[in-house]
């Protein structure tokens, strides 16, 4: 088993993280489109409108070992989001954690806290990596600010990086968070999982 190609589930106490399945569609679909989430042009939960298509693209990702998605679920079993390890390169040790989204009930919960300490543990303790990186859209403020509080650092904004559907160019935020860094941020992190009991 190589922890670069074979999904873990990881599990915590209020989420879990599993390999993403074809039978999660109808899921996360339910999960993006309550309150207009899938709505948010700057977030990219709209690309679930097409769900065969995004899972296509996803899975085509994960069959070039680019990508590990997961599904994430709430102490209940209930879908509630996706996330995943994107642009992973084992000889470099580096992956980013990006395509996330979570149902609106689940923001703000400490669900987004818990499952970046479960996928930085794996991707640090387990994967051996060097970096991980996190990216947002420019105009996606308060998930600037969500990146900022787990501990990771601005490295700089790709201006003009990505032409999206409708033919907006978006600038990227890059974070990232450097293995010497890990122990300090898992504290944090730790500590800010302790408030949310």
């Known amino acids: 088993m190589s922890p670069w190609r074979d999904p873990p ?13 074809r039978g ?3 899921g996360l679909v339910a999960a993006a489109s309550v309150g207009g989430l ?14 065969d298509g995004w899972f296509a693209e996803v899975e085509a990702e994960r069959d070039y070992s ?3 998605p997961f599904t994430v679920l709430d102490r209940d079993g209930a879908i ?7 642009r992973m390169s084992e000889p470099h040790r580096r992956v980013e954690i990006g395509g996330t989204f ?19 543990t794996h991707a640090f303790d387990v994967m051996g990596c060097n970096v991980v990186e996190i990216r947002t859209d420019w105009l996606n403020r308060r998930s600037q600010a969500a990146i900022e509080r787990l501990g990771a650092k601005r ?15 978006r600038d990227v935020v890059v974070y990232s968070i450097i293995a010497a860094e890990w122990a300090g941020v898992r504290q944090h ?4 999982l302790a408030r949310h009991g």
């Open 9 to 21: 589930t990881l599990v915590g106490r209020h989420v879990t993280l599993r390999p993403l399945a």
């Open 80 to 86: 509630i989001g996706t996330t995943r390890y994107m």
């Open 24 to 26: 999660d569609a109808d």
């Open 102 to 120: 979570y149902a609106i009930a689940a923001q703000r919960t400490g669900v987004n806290t818990e499952a970046k300490r479960l996928l930085l």
């Open 38 to 51: 899938w709505d948010t042009f700057y977030a990219g939960v709209s690309k679930l409108k097409d769900i």
């Open 189 to 192: 992190l730790d500590f800010l």
């Open 155 to 169: 490295d700089g904004v790709l201006r003009n990086h990505q032409v999206m559907a409708g033919g907006r160019v």
């Open 66 to 68: 680019r990508a590990m």
